[in-house]
Structures are given as C-alpha cells and as structure tokens.
T-cell receptor
Framework: AQTVTQSQPEMSVQEAETVTLSCTYDTSESDYYLFWYKQPPSRQMILVIRQEAYKQQNATENRFSVNFQKAAKSFSLKISDSQLGDAAMYFCAYRSANFGNEKLTFGTGTRLTIIP | DSGVTQTPKHLITATGQRVTLRCSPRSGDLSVYWYQQSLDQGLQFLIQYYNGEERAKGNILERFSAQQFPDLHSELNLSSLELGDSALYFC????????????FGSGTRLTVV
C-alpha cells in the first residue's frame, strides 16, 4: 500500500516571501500521479498542482511549483510571493496509474500561516 | 461552484441514528469517491463507485454503506452512529481518465451528539 508523509504539521511565512512544504511518499509503483490540494477555512478541497511521475520536468502553476525527486520519493511544494489568501491546510496526495486503483491517498497535511 | 453537489451541508443527529449523505458528481464524471475527514486530520478514503459499480473499498466501517444510482448520483448511508463518526464527509468525482485529479464537493459536516 502507498503511504504519504508530510512531516511539517505547521509552517509560517511572511507575506511576499517564499515557503516550501515537504512531502515524501512510499510506493513500489513506477507510474503514478502526485497532487497538492489546498483546504482553506471554508474546508473546500482545491487542486493546486499535479505532477506525472513519468515526466522529469517539474510542474508549475503561476506562483506554485514543485520539486519532484522520483528516486528520493519526494514531492515538495514551493509557494512564491506568498499572499494572505494562501493561508490554508495543504495536503499532498498520491494516485496510482494502475487501472482499478484510482483513489487518492493523502498525507496528514501542513497548516500554512501567512504573517502580514 | 466545483460542479460536485453534496447535501446536506450540515447534519446533527443523535447516537444510534441513521443518516444518508447525497452526492451529485460533476457532469460527465463516472466515478464517485467518498472520503472522511475527522477534526484536523487528513482525508481517509472510504469507497469508490464507477458507473454504478463498486470499484474500490477503503477503511469503511460495516455500519457504513454506499451506492451509485443510474443517474450517477451516490448516497453514503451511515447507521448506528457513534460520537466518533462526527466528521466532514467529502464526495469527489472524476472522469474516465481522472489523472488530472478529482473535483471535490463542499462536504457534509456530520455532528453526532
């Protein structure tokens, strides 16, 4: 079974600064997908960014980028120019590429606080 | 609006009771996933339905059951409720090729008193 670990329960960053959230995962599969989801106080789950394991290029979405290290099974999220609206819980998630095993496996989350 | 509709948004009920949570997936999505999020915890996968059939099962209690109807909406039935069942229950939907992630509903907050 796959597991996802987020070792930072809480992080804080000054507004306009850069912060990196860590995520590691354990799998014996070679093909899979990784995601970062954001959960603001509204509790809505919002997809931030995704990465395909077979792609070496790190995904980017505006101020959000990832550092995907497949051999190390590491998938960190970098948020640049942090804004007050970035304050939320951030969840790392894993999805197998195997047919019939499409569920998302989540980490326990990192609570990000933005300091004005 | 994510396109995934969950009702009700809030539910308060007593121990021992039974409740039904409803989810309408985004148009065109065939898969429905149910997740449970206890207070300040991660999301635990309960069960997946694909086009009316059960596809995968997670840590779902025997007191819980689900089904997906021909119109693709899904219901999660929780019975003999206990205090520990209080949680946020999410439904997510995905298309035939859901490699782009799933769309989540806004959740149902269940409080068992």
């Amino acid at each position: 079974a796959q597991t996802v670990t987020q070792s930072q329960p809480e992080m804080s960053v000054q507004e306009a600064e850069t912060v990196t959230l860590s995520c590691t995962y354990d799998t014996s599969e070679s093909d899979y997908y990784l995601f970062w989801y954001k959960q603001p106080p509204s509790r809505q789950m919002i997809l931030v960014i995704r990465q395909e394991a077979y792609k070496q290029q790190n995904a980017t979405e505006n101020r959000f980028s990832v550092n995907f290290q497949k051999a190390a099974k590491s998938f960190s999220l970098k948020i640049s120019d942090s804004q007050l609206g970035d304050a939320a819980m951030y969840f790392c998630a894993y999805r197998s590429a195997n047919f019939g095993n499409e569920k998302l496996t989540f980490g326990t989350g990192t609570r990000l606080t933005i300091i004005p | 609006d994510s396109g995934v509709t969950q009702t009700p948004k809030h539910l308060i009920t007593a121990t021992g009771q039974r409740v039904t949570l409803r989810c309408s997936p985004r148009s065109g999505d065939l898969s429905v996933y149910w997740y449970q999020q206890s207070l300040d915890q991660g999301l635990q996968f309960l069960i997946q339905y694909y086009n009316g059939e059960e596809r995968a099962k997670g840590n779902i209690l025997e007191r819980f059951s689900a089904q997906q109807f021909p119109d693709l909406h899904s219901e999660l039935n929780l019975s003999s409720l206990e205090l520990g069942d209080s949680a946020l229950y999410f439904c997510a939907s995905g298309g035939p090729d859901s490699t782009y992630g799933y769309t989540f509903g806004s959740g149902t907050r269940l409080t068992v008193v």
